[in-house]
């Protein structure tokens, strides 16, 4: 989804792994798991290929760790060590003003919001993008 959005409006994608495929793959054939049973429940050949994509188009990957690169993406075909960079878990607050404190909503070159900030990741109560977009540009018609 990632590399899709970001070639329709022609950014760059800057991608943050999380739980990877073939190392699920792997995991799940070590503990016994038949391989038709793995595609069945997790669609692994369609995660897989979804990484491989991703890993081949963006133009930066942020890693957890460097385990995670080292040993967990180096798995992977379109692997391109240049591409990584390993960013641990955290937030520094100091570095964040909030919009009120501003007083504006952030503009970019072309005065879209699209190009500012774009969150996607699954719908899923685990992943809360909407709440968060709403908090981040509370735009009157936006939602």
């Known amino acids: 989804m990632g590399c899709r959005i970001a070639?329709?409006?022609g950014i760059p994608l800057v991608h943050t792994g999380h739980s990877l495929g073939?190392?699920?793959?792997?995991?799940?054939?070590?503990?016994?798991?038949?391989?038709?049973?793995?595609?069945?429940?997790?669609?692994?050949s369609t995660r897989i290929e979804a990484e491989e994509i991703t890993l081949a188009s963006a133009a930066l990957v942020i890693a957890s760790t460097r385990q995670?690169?080292?040993?967990?993406?180096s798995i992977y075909d379109q692997y391109q060590p240049q591409r990584m960079v390993v960013v641990p878990p955290g937030v520094?607050?100091?570095n964040f003003t909030p919009l009120l404190a501003?007083?504006?909503?952030?503009?970019?070159?072309?005065?879209?919001?699209?190009?500012?900030?774009?969150?996607?990741?699954?719908s899923s109560w685990r992943f809360p993008v909407l709440p968060c977009a709403k908090c981040q540009y509370p735009c009157q018609g936006l939602w």
């Open 22 to 44: 073939r190392v699920k793959q792997q995991r799940l054939l070590e503990q016994g798991t038949k391989p038709e049973v793995i595609e069945e429940n997790f669609h692994i």
């Open 102 to 122: 501003i007083g504006r909503l952030p503009q970019s070159s072309n005065n879209s919001i699209a190009s500012s900030l774009i969150l996607a990741s699954p």
């Open 68 to 73: 995670e690169v080292d040993q967990q993406y």
């Open 92 to 94: 520094a607050l100091e």
């Open 7 to 9: 070639g329709w409006l």
